[in-house]
């Protein structure tokens, strides 16, 4: 699966990403300027183009998961996993009973605004994707805890807060950081969990696809649309210099 984080308040940029042809895009209100209902505007043209949408929450927090999936999203992303403490906390807060302590509330996008059989959404709301986010020492620490839960679908790597917590801020394509990722291959395979990573380019998804990741965010909107501006201003440049 590919797909993209996005920053973006223009839920027409959400729609051109699921007619591009993209499997997901990940909604980022941790690091983005979304409300709630911007999300619930960017969720809509996902599902019109056949778009996955998976909100990045701020935090592991009841409220949080449980407004993002009470929007219709496919699944939530939640943040800074450090422990399966923690990992237990996130499962729960997205899942309704008996699999979770999901709050109940009929009256809401993802249940139809009540028009849904309850049973029906109970069942379908348990099951969407639930991707938990792990970024630094403490975490890698924790794995093997953190992949013996049951409940979520995809363990995803975030590089750049992984490199600072190793004390190499920004150098995600440390030898270190992929020997890191590389090991929990096997881990996840055991589990039946996806694994997932954040990259900055194509070398990156080829590298970490091939070793088995299957969850793989490419960058991020606003920056993928100033690269495209940047690349046609280089282009225009260069037929002025050829006159």
């Known amino acids: 699966m590919i797909g993209i984080f996005s920053k973006t308040t223009d839920s027409n940029f959400i729609e051109a990403a699921g007619l591009g042809g993209l499997d997901f895009i990940i909604l980022d209100k941790e690091h983005g300027p979304l409300n709630d209902e911007i999300i619930h505007h960017h969720v809509r043209a996902a599902t019109l183009s056949n778009l996955k949408s998976i909100v990045r929450v701020r935090e592991c927090n009841e409220a949080e998961i449980g407004a ?22 996130a499962i729960e807060a997205a899942r309704f009973a008996p699999d979770g302590l999901r709050g109940v509330c009929r009256f809401v996008r993802d249940a139809e605004f009540g ?25 890698v620490g924790a794995i093997d805890e953190i992949l013996a839960l049951e409940g979520f679908d995809v363990l995803f790597i975030g590089p750049y807060d992984l490199s600072q917590s190793l004390g190499i ?11 890191l ?12 969990l996806k694994l997932g990573v954040f990259v900055d380019n194509i070398d990156q998804a080829k590298k970490y696809k091939n070793i088995g990741f299957e969850y793989i965010a490419y960058s ?21 210099q050829h006159k």
């Open 220 to 240: 991020v909107d606003v920056s993928i649309f100033r690269e495209g501006i940047m690349d046609i201003v280089a282009k225009y440049d260069a037929l002025s």
């Open 115 to 139: 028009n849904k059989d309850k049973q029906v959404n109970f069942k379908q709301a348990n099951s969407k994707m639930l991707v938990l986010q792990v970024e630094g020492k403490e975490a």
């Open 169 to 179: 801020p920004g150098q995600v394509d440390h030898p270190t950081i992929f020997e």
């Open 68 to 89: 993002a999936l009470d929007s219709g999203a496919s699944g939530v992303q939640v943040p800074n996993i450090s422990s399966a403490a923690m990992a237990q906390k």
């Open 181 to 192: 990722c590389k090991g929990l291959v096997e881990k996840a395979l055991k589990a039946n």
